[in-house]
Each structure stands twice: as C-alpha cells, then as structure tokens.
C-alpha cells in the first residue's frame, strides 16, 4: 500500500512541478504541444518528483534554506539531464532556470508556499498567494507576444489554457491531500531504479552534446547533498510533507486558485487591448537570476553551520 502511495504522491506532484515549470512558463499551449508530449513531459516531471520527495523525506528536509537546496535537485535533474540547457550561457545557467525558476517558483513558491497558503482556515493568505501567481503568469505571458509573434496565443485561447491546467492542478493538490504526504516512504530499490534511469539518460542524451556536463553536474549536486546531508545530522522536526503548523487542505479551499487563471487572462487580455509588447522576461530575468544564486549560497551557508544533534 506504501508504495501506491508513494506512486501516487509522485505522480501527482510531477504535475504540479509541470505546472509551474511548463504551464506558467510557457504561458500558453504552443503549436508542437501534443497530449502525448504532455504525458511524456508529466511523466518526467514525476520522475524529477520521486527523487525531490525522497530527498526530502530522507535528509528531514524542514526549513526553508534546506527546501531551496532540494528544489535544486528538481531543477538541475531536470536542466542538465533530461534537458541540456544547464551548459548554455555557462555559468549563468546555473541558476537560469534551474535555481531561478524551478527551485524558487515550481518549489518553494508553488508546490510548498500554495500550499501552505490553502492550508489556512481563512481564506485571505490563499487569495493574497493566487492573485500573486495569476499576475506574474499574466505579466510574464507578455513577452511571448514579441518573442513569438507568430505563435501568440488568442485571448480564448490563452483563457482556455490557463483554465484548464489549473483545473489539473486543483485535481492534484487534491490528490496530495488525500494520499497524505506524510504516508510517502519509497523503498531503496524504487530510489535506486529512478536515478539509474536518470544516470542512463545522462550517459546516453546529455554527454554526447555537452561533454562538460561530466565534470558540471556532480560538482553542483555534491553541493547539494553534503549540504542536505549536513541538515540530515542537525534537523530535530518533521520534514515539510507534514506541513507542519497547516489544517489539512480542505476541498473548498481549491476554489481559490480560480483566482490564478482569472487574473492572469485580465493581465494578458490587457496587454492585447492595448497592445503592449514588454520585454517582461528580462524583468524577470534580471530579479530572479541573481536571486537563485544568492539564496542557493546563502542556504547552503545557513545548512553547513548548523551544529549536529547529539546521539
């Protein structure tokens, strides 16, 4: 039963690390997108989410310095193997979008501060956290309409996207919930099975077009798990599958993410009103990029000086 559990956990929060990974940051459905590429993206995503939610279980991962250096295994894992863009623009890719994007939004602000948020009883934290998501998705969007002026998307398009990848998101937050999170304990096989298909995507995908990843990838997730190993030895509390110090999510609360398509299409309908073709990217660019590398260094700083509990 542990293992369904497992398997559904991971599953389930593969899609929400697509969410805001793919969906928020691709804004749109593009003209490739297939569903069968969409399953094939979800179930990388879900793979990429086994391993996170077994480096958090594992290494006791409670704060959130420890939640940002996790979130580095989601985004490096995802960037320098099952995708090749971590060597571009070395070594400013390092953090774009590995840390930048997938550790500060699709972790920290999307799978734990949302739902930390639906979580309260009230519903003002869950509404302040949507509206913030929406407007960044709609102002992001923005600079599709002049990157890919061809592929822009039509405001019902655009609305219908943003709709019903939320609806899927809705779906598997509430998936989470009744799976319960803390029932999440994957057997070593299971983890040595998952990064032995990850080393075998490396070895055969990632290599033969950056050579460098060889020397690259290890020295980055060294960093991070003598980091987590490190929080293992010197973390007391539950790791952060508990939520500790939330009410379970109740199904009502979801309605609130309502709130996330919603502005975002106002956004994004504003913008084709009046026609507004903002470079919006490079605002996000230039907060977000210098952002992951100071809140990696400055975690794995707090994460090192943290003394070991006593046996």
């Known amino acids: 039963m542990n293992r369904v559990r497992s398997l559904v956990l991971s599953l389930s929060t593969g899609y929400v690390l697509m969410f805001f990974s793919e969906h928020l940051f691709w804004a749109r459905a593009r003209p490739g997108d297939t569903l069968g590429g ?45 995708v090749q863009t971590l060597y571009d623009l070395f070594p400013l890719q390092i953090s774009w979008t590995g840390l930048a994007w997938h550790s500060l939004i699709s972790v920290c602000i999307g799978w734990y501060g949302l739902r930390r948020a639906l979580a309260e009883p009230g519903a ?19 600079f599709w ?26 779906v ?28 075998v995507i490396f070895y055969l995908g990632t290599l033969p077009i950056a050579p460098m990843a060889i020397v690259t990838l290890p020295l980055l997730l060294a960093l991070v798990l003598v980091a987590l190993a490190r929080n293992r030895a010197c973390e007391t509390g539950d790791d952060v599958l508990s939520l500790p110090g939330s009410r379970p999510l109740r199904p009502k609360a979801l309605l609130a993410l309502a709130i996330i398509p919603s502005a975002a299409t106002l956004i994004y309908a504003a913008a084709i009103a009046f026609d507004l073709r903002w470079r919006t990217n490079w605002v996000v660019y230039l907060v977000t990029m210098p952002a992951g590398f100071l809140l990696f260094g400055a975690s794995w700083i707090r994460l090192m000086r943290r003394r070991r509990v006593c046996p």
């Open 38 to 82: 969409w399953l094939a993206t979800w179930l990388a995503y879900s793979l990429l989410a086994f391993i996170f939610l077994s480096a958090v279980h594992h290494y006791r991962v409670h704060s959130l310095e420890a939640l940002f250096v996790a979130g580095a295994l989601v985004g490096w894992l995802g960037e320098g193997v099952l």
């Open 124 to 142: 003002g934290r869950a509404t302040v956290w949507c509206l913030g998501l929406g407007v960044f998705w709609g102002f992001w969007a923005i």
């Open 145 to 170: 309409r002049v990157e890919e002026p061809g592929a822009q998307a039509s405001l019902e398009a655009f609305a219908a996207f943003a709709f019903l990848t939320t609806a899927i998101l809705a």
């Open 172 to 199: 598997s937050l509430w998936v989470c919930e009744m799976v319960d999170p803390r029932a999440f304990s994957p057997s070593g096989l299971s983890i040595a099975a998952a990064l032995g298909a990850l080393l």
